[in-house]
Structure formats: structure tokens, C-alpha cells
């Protein structure tokens, strides 16, 4: 039997991700769990912010920002990036962070993110709460440590994290792989004597 509960906001797990903004000299970093890819051609996605967060109008000013990847390591400065004001303080030094330079926008990236994506706001949609920043994706950093011998880039070894009903979760076990459950088994060859 299920219970029913009034309308509320329970699509977890949720990216956890720290969202840089505003310029060289002027920037913070906001923590951000409402965000994810709208189009794929052109690559676009959004986030959502409350405008009374500092770094709404930091992005509303220079409308770009960019989406930068949480990993295991980083949880604390996650959660700090989320929970203290840049009005107040440096999120940068409180967190212990590095400023990367944007190179398609402004914004810094974080030296620490395995991907950086640097976006371009398209639109602002207010919605309540919160206002969607619906944006096109201009470019992504990718850190070099992620990189195997052959090329690919391994981002299942960066341990990223993501955020689930007021908590932080790292990425667990594989359990498949995309079309899997319809993919047909090879057949094993056999040898002939």
C-alpha cells in the first residue's frame, strides 16, 4: 500500500553539482541539484536557482555560468558551496576550491571538477521558487586525469557524487549499460578438433 503525500519534489537521486558564475575577480559558486540536459543537438541544459541566492543575479548579469561535476572528494565543498552566502564570504577560500579560466565564457571553471560545462543563457523562465536557466552548452573542460591509454574518457573513476532527500551519495555499482536489456548475446565460437 502507498501513502499519499501533497505534490512536492522527490525525482532522487539528483546531480549534485557546483554551478561558477559572475566574472574573474567577482565570482562564487553556488551548489545546485535541480539541473539536468534539456537537447542534445544543440547541447543544452538547465538549472534551476532561487532568485534570492546571490549568485542568481550574478548569472542573470553576465547570463553564462558554468556546471562543474562533484566528486567524492569534493562533498565537503559541495554542501559549504550550498549552504553559505558568497554575499558573506569567499566560497573559493572557504572551500579550498581552485579557480580554473573559462575559456568559451567568463565564469572560471573548478580545477578540481572532472568536466567543466560552460553555458550560455538562453532563457530565464520564472516558476515560482525557483527560475529555470535554460542555456546552450558552448564548451567542456574535460580533466586529463580521466583519460585511459586508449583515449576514452573514464568518468566512472572520477567517483561522483549526487544528492538524494537531504543527503550525498557517491555513484555505486554498475548495473547495466545503455540498451542492454535488449542487446543479443554473442555466440561463443567453438574450436574444431
Request: proline share 5%; aromatic share 10%.
Amino acid at each position: 500500500m502507498k501513502q499519499n503525500w501533497k505534490p512536492g519534489t522527490l525525482v532522487y537521486p539528483a546531480p549534485a553539482v557546483l554551478v561558477t558564475c559572475g566574472k574573474s575577480g567577482k565570482s562564487n559558486l553556488i551548489t545546485v541539484a535541480w539541473t539536468g540536459t534539456i537537447c542534445t543537438n544543440p547541447a543544452m541544459l538547465y538549472i534551476s536557482v532561487r532568485p534570492e541566492r546571490y549568485s542568481y543575479n550574478l548569472i542573470k548579469e553576465n547570463m553564462e555560468f558554468t556546471v562543474n561535476l562533484t566528486t567524492r572528494d569534493m562533498v565537503r565543498a559541495t554542501d559549504l558551496c550550498g549552504v553559505v552566502s558568497g554575499a558573506d564570504k569567499d566560497k573559493w577560500e572557504l572551500s579550498g576550491l581552485t579557480p580554473y579560466p573559462g575559456v568559451a565564457v567568463n565564469c572560471p571553471a573548478i580545477e578540481q571538477s572532472p568536466i567543466s560545462i560552460e553555458c550560455r543563457v538562453k532563457e530565464i523562465v520564472p516558476l515560482g521558487s525557483h527560475h529555470m536557466f535554460i542555456a546552450d552548452v558552448v564548451n567542456i573542460l574535460a580533466d586529463e586525469r580521466y583519460f585511459d591509454n586508449d583515449g576514452r574518457f573514464d568518468l566512472e573513476r572520477a567517483q561522483l557524487i549526487n544528492y538524494s532527500h537531504g543527503a550525498y551519495y557517491g555513484q555505486g555499482l554498475r548495473l547495466g549499460t545503455f540498451g542492454f536489456s535488449v542487446r543479443k548475446k554473442k555466440k561463443r565460437q567453438t574450436k574444431h578438433k
